[in-house]
């Protein structure tokens, strides 16, 4: 089982999944491996709002930060898988848009870029235009209204 206090986490709603999870794991200390994952600031703040709950877990591991090469490489490996032909100058715009970025890119963002590069594309060859199109890198307060067509 894996609880994951990232992305649509809401804290009431995720305290209560944190302590019938505690409750569950007090009444059968044998039950399979729960892994809870999330960002550190995440995970601390939950720790700290419920101290059984680090009773329940004997090992963290701290994990290091994806580079952007590894992170674009998600990404295309993720749109690839789902049939799509990714053209280098894609490729290089998704690298210099992770670059610049000033929020802490996630594996979970290479992936949500991919499946909403997905569902716009076109095309199975996706394009630049298509980048413009994403939440995930989208430069502008509202979402790109049209989709690029490639050939």
């Known amino acids: 089982m894996v609880l994951d206090v990232d992305g649509e986490w809401e804290r009431e709603q995720g305290m209560e999944v944190a302590e019938a999870l505690v409750a569950g794991l007090r009444r059968n200390p044998a039950c399979p491996v729960v892994v809870v994952v999330g960002e550190q600031e995440r ?34 490996r993720e749109l690839e898988r789902r049939g799509h032909e990714i053209p280098d100058d894609l490729r290089s715009a998704i690298t210099e848009r992770l670059s610049e970025s000033e929020d802490r890119e996630t594996v979970r963002t290479a992936h949500r870029l991919a499946r909403e590069l997905s569902g716009i594309a076109a095309t199975r060859t996706l394009a630049v235009a298509d980048l413009a199109g994403t939440s995930a890198f989208s430069t502008r307060s509202s979402q790109h209204q049209g989709l690029a067509s490639v050939g």
Do not use: I, M, N
Not at 45 to 52: D, I, N, R, V
């Open 43 to 76: 995970l601390v703040s939950l720790f700290h709002g419920l101290p059984p709950l680090v009773d329940c877990f004997t090992q963290a591991w701290d994990l290091v930060e994806y580079s952007v090469d590894e992170l674009v490489s998600l990404a295309v």
